[in-house]
């Protein structure tokens, strides 16, 4: 349907897209593939609808991978760049990104490799894998009532994926001066890390990536000064000291499958599941945005996008390949 009219915060909206897509031009060295709204028109134009149909199609099949999905654009972009690492399997002699640490919930990789399927029947050997979770992790968040932004492409695959390198991911247990410098090293902002934190407005956590805060903050018992009481008695129950449930976990927040900025509303009272996402609120760089995004959800829409087209910049290469299978170098 055609928008006869453009309301204030859609134009700012636009406005403020411009503007980062001319940032995102001007930092970009020489040295990395500089890439396009328009990338596949001429050699793919039915490329996004091919990945949408596929992203959609799994997420009514499980609800679970729209917050996959998006996570692991995350995860690959922070280790070696945006270059689908994080697809490669383990091979002999080589563990990869897959299999390292951290890779608890980063799941739902068939739904990338079966779109690749897809996209290698229509238009062989031309969009990237990388691409493809970049694209999906858009559609995630439009499909779950959020922003919806135009994906820069051209990004090339890697070939090198090493399980130890994931430890330079930040951690739950991070504080705000950490996070800050992990975000700086791949030319990101203060601004970034909190409107990408807000990432954390779908999905789900296991008990053992917040239940320190509980437990064993500082003695034992004593929970993370930070946490309300009342949310920490709930996260108590659902994540026992001595919890056998390997399942067992906590939504990240009160609405899960949607998209939306009351992630930043509950870090306001305290109720914050990650001691990363909580600290944002403990530390006077943060704070403010923090409380402008959860007064104002277009604010964070637009902040959102902005923030993903800089996420999906971050070590773009140039001399990568185009992957025929996401799981193996060619
Ligand atoms: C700021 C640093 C970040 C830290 C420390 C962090 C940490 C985590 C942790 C520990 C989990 C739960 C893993 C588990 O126990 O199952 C998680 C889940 C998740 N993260 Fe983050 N994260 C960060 C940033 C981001 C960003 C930038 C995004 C995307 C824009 C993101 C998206 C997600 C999503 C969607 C989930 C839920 C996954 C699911 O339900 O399967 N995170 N994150
Ligand atoms: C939709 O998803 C289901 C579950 O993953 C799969 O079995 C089916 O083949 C998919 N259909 C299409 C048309 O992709
Ligand atoms: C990583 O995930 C795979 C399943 O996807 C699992 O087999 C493996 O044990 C996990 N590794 C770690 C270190 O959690
Ligand atoms: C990771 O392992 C590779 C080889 O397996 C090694 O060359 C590299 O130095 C290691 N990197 C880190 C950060 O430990
Ligand atoms: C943040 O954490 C780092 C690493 O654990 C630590 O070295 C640093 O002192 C902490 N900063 C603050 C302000 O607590
Ligand atoms: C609590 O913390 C101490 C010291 O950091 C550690 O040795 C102990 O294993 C922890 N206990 C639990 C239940 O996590
Ligand atoms: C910690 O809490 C558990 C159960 O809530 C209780 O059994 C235990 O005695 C407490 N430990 C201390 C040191 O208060």
């Known amino acids: 349907m055609a928008k006869l009219s453009i309301s204030f915060s859609q134009s700012k909206m636009i406005m403020s897209t411009i503007v980062a897509y001319i940032l995102i031009l001007s930092v970009v060295p020489f040295s990395e593939a500089v890439l396009s709204a328009h990338y596949y028109d001429q050699t793919c134009p039915q490329a996004e609808n091919i990945i949408y149909q596929t992203v959609r199609n799994a997420s009514i099949y499980d609800p679970k991978v729209p917050a996959r999905l998006l996570r692991m654009f995350f995860h690959d972009c922070f ?94 247990f991070s504080n705000t001066s950490t996070l800050i410098k992990s975000f700086a090293k791949r030319g990101l902002g203060v601004k970034d890390l909190v ?28 929970s993370d000064p930070s946490i309300n009481s009342e949310f920490a008695m709930n996260l108590k129950k659902k994540c026992p000291i001595h919890n056998k449930d390997h399942n067992a976990g906590e939504f990240l927040d009160s609405t899960s499958s949607t998209f939306d900025n009351d992630y930043y509303k509950r870090i306001t009272m305290g109720k914050g599941v990650f001691g990363s996402d909580q600290a944002l609120y403990g530390d006077q760089r943060t704070r403010s945005i923090v409380d402008s995004f959860a007064k104002d959800r277009n604010l964070f829409f637009s902040e959102f996008a902005i923030s993903m087209v800089k996420l999906g910049n971050v070590g773009v290469i140039e001399n990568g390949e185009i992957r025929v299978k996401c799981s193996i170098v060619n």
């Open 79 to 172: 280790i070696r760049g945006c270059d689908a690492s994080l697809l490669l399997d383990s091979t002999t002699g080589n563990k990869a990104e897959k299999d390292g640490p951290p890779n608890i919930s980063v799941r739902s990789f068939y739904v990338i490799d079966d779109a690749k399927t897809k996209l290698e029947k229509a238009c062989p050997h031309t969009v990237s894998c990388a691409d493809v979770i970049a694209i999906a992790a858009r559609d995630v968040v439009a499909m779950s009532q959020g922003p919806w932004w135009n994906v820069l492409k051209g990004r090339k695959d890697g070939r090198v994926s090493l399980a130890n390198e994931t430890i330079n991911l930040p951690s739950p």
């Open 195 to 222: 409107a990408l934190s807000g990432g954390h407005t779908l999905g789900f956590s296991h008990c053992s990536s917040f239940s320190a805060r509980l437990h064993n903050f500082s003695t034992e018992n004593f």
